[in-house]
């Protein structure tokens, strides 16, 4: 039957595991102790600032304030998101 020549025809082809996409941009640093020592290798997280805190604005709403954002899209045209935030303490 053609399905049962298509399995055989098919082969086994390799995969490589998926990695996770980073919650945040990094770079890799290497930091000295002092100017003799060995770098050490770490990693430095970069602040975008466009990462907002999800909270339920129902419990203490006194605390939280409207506000919106403009941002200009990749097409040229403004757009504005709007969203409850903190009030600073």
Sequence with gaps: ???THY????GVF??????PVPLAPY???SVLKS??????????FVDTGTAFTMIN????????KEDEQHFLAANGKPFTT????????
């Design 57 to 64: 604005p129902h419990i203490l709403p006194g605390c939280w």
């Design 35 to 44: 100017k003799f020592d060995k770098p050490i290798k770490a990693i430095g």
């Design 1 to 3: 039957s053609v399905s």
């Design 27 to 29: 770079v890799e640093l």
């Design 14 to 19: 390799p995969c490589l595991k998926v990695e």
């Design 7 to 10: 399995h055989e025809m098919m």
């Design 82 to 89: 709007q969203y409850i935030s903190k009030q600073p303490i």
